[in-house]
């Protein structure tokens, strides 16, 4: 095998949250790896800056502010092999085992490996249509704390989530990021689908909106531009910064990423990325479209709120089918979702509720699926 995904004959699976694969800018990398190879020779494939080069370091400080309210200042930038690596190596230095960590619910589903890999109890946080819900979230920490236990973090995915596409609105923001700079309980603020924007600009993040304080983001090249760079980003505060460079696996081979750092700054400045950029985003929204066309036209039964960024449909069920009933038809009939228990940490919720990926099918082939899914919501009805 050479990818993580292969498709299974006879079945569309808007379960995987993958690229279209013919959006990804293969000709783009090939002149932005070669310009990075003959502007630094040699210095693009040995050891990297521990922290990340500083060509894309410098890119994105200037990059951020357009696609942001704010960027970083010195020493608050930590390049990543991607955005999983980036939670991983945030919360070695926020979390240790034994703590409670909270998450969203729903949220992002494998995320919550990577913090159970740190040794910490996984819970819930308290919340609404809106997200968690600040006071909610405080009450539980106070419980947890007056229990003996140490909460650490609250992990969420605040623009365009994955699995819902919403985006917190702006009060829930500043309560949030009150309730962390009160709390001590550090917000890993997961902004990977950030410039996947389809009808105007993504709200302010809450890394910019709390100065840095309290915030520590992740950022990632997955979604704008190809997952097999396992290119990404964290944001933090100098010291937090400091401690992750520290880490021994870090410490004893320098910069993660080093040769795709190069490769993808050579990509920034050359206007690649912002070419790319717009072309995948008009395909994206394009794909969104007629997803949502074609189900509320085949299933109308099945609710949904369209969303102005991300990859997803977050879809709920009518009264009385679940996502685990619904999936062993939807497949008979040639389609696949991620089931709505998936994103919740403790698996107590989502069961009315699918996730359907709009990213990697081609318009034509997401209007086949919605009739598909359309066609076992009957079945499962009668």
């Not at 992750?244 to 410490?251: F, R």
């Not at 509320?296 to 960024?309: D, I, N, S, Y």
């Amino acid at each position: 095998m050479i990818t993580q995904f292969t498709p299974r004959p006879g079945v569309l699976d808007l379960g995987w949250g993958h690229p279209r694969p013919d959006l990804l800018p293969v000709a783009g990398w090939r002149r932005a790896t070669a310009s990075a190879l003959e502007e630094y020779t040699w210095q693009a494939l040995t050891y990297g800056a521990t922290a990340g080069p500083a060509p894309l370091v410098e890119w994105l400080g200037a990059h951020l502010p357009g696609a942001d309210a704010g960027s970083f200042g010195p020493g608050e930038c930590f390049v990543t092999a991607g955005a999983s690596q980036a939670l991983a190596l945030a919360g070695a230095v926020l979390v240790r085992p034994g703590d409670v960590v909270l998450a969203a619910a729903p949220t992002y589903h494998l995320a919550f490996t990577p913090i159970r890999d740190l040794g910490a109890t996984l819970l819930p946080a308290p919340g609404d249509g809106d997200g968690p819900d600040p006071d909610a979230t405080a009450a539980l920490v106070d419980r947890l704390r007056r229990e003996g236990r140490r909460v650490t973090a609250l992990y969420l995915v605040p623009t365009f989530a994955n699995p819902s596409g919403t985006s917190l609105p702006p009060d829930r923001r500043a309560a949030l990021i009150r309730f962390a700079q009160r709390s001590g309980v550090t917000i890993i603020e997961d902004d990977t689908y950030r410039e996947m924007a389809y009808d105007g600009p993504a709200p302010p993040s809450l890394w910019s909106r709390s100065g840095g304080d309290g915030v520590v983001r992740l950022g990632s090249f997955a979604k704008t531009v190809a997952p097999g760079l396992r290119l990404g980003w964290i944001n933090a505060g100098a010291g937090t910064v400091r401690s992750i460079a520290a880490l021994g696996h870090v410490h004893s081979g320098g910069g993660v990423n080093h040769t795709n750092a190069l490769a993808m700054a050579a990509f920034g400045r050359s206007g690649d990325y912002d070419r790319h950029l717009a072309r995948v985003r008009d395909a994206y929204r394009e794909q969104r479209d007629a997803l949502a066309r074609h189900l509320r036209a085949a299933a109308p039964e099945l609710a949904f709120t369209l969303p102005a960024g991300g990859w997803f449909l977050w879809v709920h069920l009518p009264p009385g089918l679940t996502a685990e009933a619904l999936q062993s038809r939807a497949e008979h009939h040639g389609v696949g979702f991620a089931p709505g228990p998936l994103f919740y940490c403790d698996g107590a919720g989502g069961s009315q509720y699918i996730r359907l990926a709009f990213s990697m099918l081609p318009p034509d082939d997401l209007a086949t699926a919605a009739h598909r899914l359309a066609a076992a919501v009957t079945a499962r009805q009668r």
